[in-house]
């Protein structure tokens, strides 16, 4: 299995260029989520989904988008790139939790792919 | 506002001694605590995990150690091995206001292992 896929894995853009980050898994996981990581940061959630059609903000949503029309593919859209969005960019996935009651059991852990570098100049 | 913390930024050990990296954390609510492990150019792949009703919990040459009082959690390598050079991530798992799981990552600490 090839797991969680990115691309590009590397990327310029200058101020105000758009672009769209690419994510797909074939694990047929229903969660799927985009993190940033920037240097001696933890990684930040951006968006998350829980299933084709849903979307949610996390902790650091603003000047990205996102959609899910598929269970494979999570794509990430930045309109109006700013320096402020350069980073390393993580899209994971993850099967939902087995026993959705219960909540003190963690048996299902992210996959993450192996990052887009961001450079916005 | 940090929830979790990793304060050493690096860490060098020796092949075949113990490692012990450290995270702390602030929220009382946090239910589990995972560490996962990155090579350079790769995402984190998943290493342990700990419930916080336990206080240890062993994965052949990994153990988590969680001390609830202190607020603090170990991650322990033994014996090192070169392999295990890597940025190691401490996250802990809570609950959004909208009642989604919500995974808090600290800012990782980089393990060196030397020959």
């Known amino acids: 299995n090839a797991g969680v896929t990115q691309t590009p894995k590397f990327r310029i853009l200058k101020i105000g260029q758009s672009m769209t980050l690419q994510c797909t898994q074939d694990?047929?996981?229903?969660?799927m989520y985009w993190y940033r990581q920037d240097p001696g940061m933890g990684l930040k959630l951006i968006y998350y989904?829980?299933?084709?059609?849903?979307?949610d903000k996390g902790e650091v949503p603003n000047g990205y988008n996102v959609s899910r029309s598929t269970t494979e593919d999570f794509p990430l859209r930045l309109e109006l790139a700013a320096p402020s969005q350069t980073s390393v960019y993580f899209c994971?996935?993850?099967?939902?939790?087995?026993?959705?009651?219960?909540?003190?059991?963690?048996?299902?852990?992210?996959?993450f792919g192996n990052g887009t570098r961001l450079t916005v100049t | 506002d940090q929830q979790v913390k990793q304060n050493s930024p690096s860490l060098s050990v020796q092949e075949g001694r113990i490692s012990i990296l450290n995270c702390d954390y602030t929220?009382?609510?946090?239910?589990?605590f995972l560490w996962y492990k990155k090579y350079p150019a790769e995402g984190p792949t998943f290493l342990i995990s700990?419930?916080?009703?336990?206080d240890k919990n062993e994965d052949g040459r990994f153990t988590v150690f969680l001390n609830k009082s202190a607020k603090h959690l170990s991650l322990h390598i033994v014996p090192s091995q070169p392999g295990d050079s890597a940025v190691y991530f401490c996250?802990?798992?809570?609950?959004?206001?909208?009642?989604?799981?919500?995974?808090?990552f600290g800012t990782g600490t980089r393990l060196t292992i030397i020959p």
């Open positions: 994971a996935s993850r099967q939902p939790p087995i026993n959705r009651l219960r909540l003190f059991s963690y048996n299902s852990p992210l996959h």
């Open positions: 694990m047929n996981h229903n969660y």
């Open positions: 989904s829980v299933g084709a059609g849903i979307t």
């Open positions: 929220n009382s609510m946090f239910d589990y």
């Open positions: 700990i419930s916080s009703i336990k």
């Open positions: 996250a802990a798992r809570g609950i959004s206001n909208f009642g989604n799981e919500k995974l808090t």
